[in-house]
């Protein structure tokens, strides 16, 4: 059993900077794919960024250029710098993990169904 446990979310104006934390229990990094997801009132959970075992990333496109996603294995923690903030940022940020994958990293990170574990969030506002 894996348990996420998400920090770091606050209010913050936009154009200002925060960063995410996902703390895992066990050593999973290098193993786990990872992803961060949001969720905003009304909305779908959407892919914001991925890491997989061996550290390969990717972002979607409304994040490009802005997240970043890194982790600290031996503080059993992943991360997400998150720059240039904008009020559409504004979710609960919650993030994932899945030892195997039943498609590509590639093509399977941003979808939530293919995650097991999930922390429970950490809200980001961001105000205009």
């Known amino acids: 059993q894996v348990q996420l446990v998400e920090s770091g979310g606050g209010t913050v104006q936009a154009g200002g900077s925060l960063r995410l934390s996902c703390a895992a229990s066990?050593?999973?990094?290098?193993?786990?794919?990872m992803g961060w997801f949001r969720q905003a009132p009304g909305k779908e959970r959407e892919g914001v960024a991925g890491?997989?075992?061996?550290?390969?990333?990717v972002y979607a496109d409304s994040t490009k250029g802005r997240f970043t996603i890194s982790r600290d294995s031996a503080k059993n923690t992943l991360y997400l710098q998150m720059n240039s903030l904008r009020p559409e940022d504004t979710a609960m940020y919650y993030c994932a993990a899945v030892l195997r994958l039943r498609r590509t990293f590639g093509s399977s990170w941003s979808d939530q169904n293919a995650y097991i574990y999930w922390g429970q969030g950490t809200q980001v506002t961001v105000s205009s």
């Open positions: 066990g050593n999973i990094y290098g193993r786990y794919s």
């Open positions: 890491m997989s075992g061996d550290g390969t990333t």
